[in-house]
């Protein structure tokens, strides 16, 4: 019921949510000499040290795919989420100016962080379209998927982008927890090597993190043309549910605190 | 008038204020996880939430009051009075302590100009952002863009990023936004201040004409005059008191009483407005007073009224054309009278002992405000005075005189005349 108050009101400035979001990106860019090029530029960077350090080095497993292929793929999801994380914990702090001197719902600034590092994930995806040609990848009919994984995403960062901007308001910590999480969370997501590599005992928490869910089905989806494990995907779409419906009421609680504390 | 008459006249209050407490924090604001555990733990404890914590300090205390429809009323009060926390309580920006605030209608606050302004961004780009923060639709600012850009005189920079904007530039831009936003209830904090004189004049023309098509607003400056002129009624805050409220001219007099009073026990001047000092000086003033037209020592004089300087000095050799220049000023700054002795008395001199001298103004028409006098002696035709000491005396003028401005002119309309030009042909 309140929830629907909320989202009301959220709905009649989604035209501030727009602005703030172009905002990032005209802002983010501007001034930069390759411009949004350096939207593909990290996880093609990341691509690159991957393919040299884990298979060359490694001899990681990459399910029968090309690595450079394999890691791009999961590198780009996995990029939308860590840029975003890390510009969205500090997305209400650092705007103390207009916290304190006008009002408008908050969440507008993790939100609009999130859809403008949207933006940047829709640019490096379209490599991948490149990389598939490159190896003669034939694009598959299971894409359709897609838009649920991502969506599952970007609802899933939107309920910890919620989360963390409040608390770094109240505790600066949440500042510096946040990369060092983000970083940890990449080792058990399937981002350098495949979901086959765990054990399959583990499997079933590995696949409790909903990002592992999502690159796993990505990859599955893009690169083997089946579909995503559908027991964890709806598993993962009903936490992930029930998560940003609890983060989202935190947030709104503490909400009027902030131009208090900033 | 009480928030229940409110609810019994016809139409609701767009704006009550019933009652309102806001507490704050002194000192740190943000703390790190380390302090901040142990102190949540502790308020959730007792958490009835009512009482002072050690570091906090009430912003608002008890405060009621209510603004009807088209009416315009302004807040004044000295620095930390509360009055921007009342308006940021208004506008939703913060949450009260305890309390009860009702606003009815669109709203708009103007707690800072252009505070939504992106540096990097274009002067096009930065309407279009600020008009969504403060709650315009796209379509809407579309509409109106070219009326912005008109009222801000900015067409030639809408181009340009505004950090190369000057800060009036920047204001001017603000400002067109929001006097754009087209509320039911308009709250401004002294964000007039700012621009040059003839965008001032602009902004408080928009105000009026707000005010003309029935926008209810609340306005906070330190600006009397400008309160004085655009405001229906007057609430004077101090220390999150409501000291005051009523007609503008009562509550504003009663506002520089206070600010006089307050400069006296700052600058330790004695009451009774008599400064007498004794100095090392060749010469030097002895003594300083104010009287009214029946000699008593006084320090509130109404407009119009005679009033005296006298003053004492003491000197230790005779002076050759000695100067003494009397000069009162406005606590704004502005010079509003000075004379001298020079041109008004002949061969006035100054021989070695005590004197007094006294300096009637016959009518005093300066109108109301706070009013600082002073005196300094000079030797000849020295730029530098001779006392080191100068003597400032501060007094208030009241009138019930219906004019604004610096001075009383004596003045008449005439309604029954014939037309200047006709009777030139």
Known sequence: MRMLTYLRELYRYRDLLFSLTARDIKVRYRQTLLGVAWAVMQPLAFMFIFTLVFQKFGKVSSDGTPYPLFSYTGLVPWTFFSTSLGLAVNSIAGNMSLVKKVYFPKEVFPIGVVLACFVDFLIASSLVGGLLMFYRFPVNVQIIWIPWLIGLEIVFLIGISLLVSSLNVFFRDVKYIVPLAVQLLMFTTPVIYPTSMVPEPLRRYFLLNPMAVVVDGVRRVVLHGQPPELGPLVLSTALVGLFVGLAYGYFKRVEVRFADLI | ?425
Request: net charge negative; aromatic share 8%.
């Open chain 2, 1 to 425: 008038m009480s928030p229940v008459s409110c609810l019994l006249s016809p139409a609701p209050c767009p704006i009550t204020f019933d009652h309102v407490w806001k507490r704050y924090r002194i000192g740190s604001k943000h703390d790190s996880l380390r302090d901040a555990i142990p102190r949540f733990f502790k308020q959730e404890a007792g958490l009835n939430g009512q009482s002072l914590h050690e570091g906090e300090f009430w912003a608002i205390q008890d405060v009621t009051f209510e603004v009807k429809h088209a009416e315009t009323v302004g807040i004044i009060g000295p620095n930390g009075a509360g009055k921007s926390t009342a308006l940021k309580l208004l506008s939703k920006i913060c949450k009260q302590t305890k309390g009860q605030i009702q606003v009815i209608g669109r709203l708009a606050a103007l707690i800072e100009v252009g505070a939504g302004f992106h540096p990097d961004l274009t002067g096009r780009e930065n309407i279009y952002l600020n008009g969504t923060i403060m709650g315009l639709r796209r379509k809407e600012i579309d509409r109106l863009f070219d009326s912005i850009v008109e009222f801000s005189e900015l067409k030639d920079f809408l181009e340009m990023p505004v950090k190369r904007y000057s800060s009036g530039m920047a204001v001017r831009l603000g400002f067109s936004v929001a006097a754009h936003v087209n509320p039911e209830v308009l709250l401004i904090d002294e964000v007039l201040a700012v621009g040059d004189l003839v965008f001032q004049q602009k902004c408080y023309q928009r105000l009026q004409d707000l005010k003309a098509a029935g926008t209810t607003i609340v306005f906070i400056s330190h600006n009397l005059e400008a309160i004085q002129r655009l405001c229906d009624r007057v609430v004077l805050l101090d220390k999150g008191l409501l000291i005051q409220e009523g007609n503008p001219a009562e509550v504003i007099a009663g506002y520089r009483n206070k600010v006089l009073q307050t400069y006296r026990s700052k600058m330790r001047l004695p009451h009774g407005n008599v400064i007498e000092e004794r100095s090392l000086d060749e010469v030097a003033f002895t003594q300083a007073f104010l009287t009214d037209a029946s000699g008593n020592i006084s320090d509130a004089f109404s407009t119009g009224d005679t009033v005296r300087l006298h003053l004492s000095y003491h000197a230790k050799r005779n002076i050759e054309q000695p100067r003494i220049v009397v000069t009162i000023e406005r606590l704004d700054g502005l010079v509003c009278h000075t004379t001298s002795t020079a041109h008004a008395i002949d061969a006035f001199t100054i021989s070695e002992g005590d004197a007094s001298l006294m300096l009637e103004y016959d009518a005093l028409n300066l109108l109301p405000n706070t009013y600082r006098i002073q005196a300094a002696l000079f030797e000849h035709n020295n730029p530098v005075p001779l006392s080191a000491s100068s003597y400032q005396l501060y007094f208030t003028l009241t009138s019930d005189s219906p004019e604004i401005g610096a001075v009383h002119l004596d003045h008449h309309w005439d309604t029954k005349v014939i037309p200047a030009r006709d009777k030139v042909h």
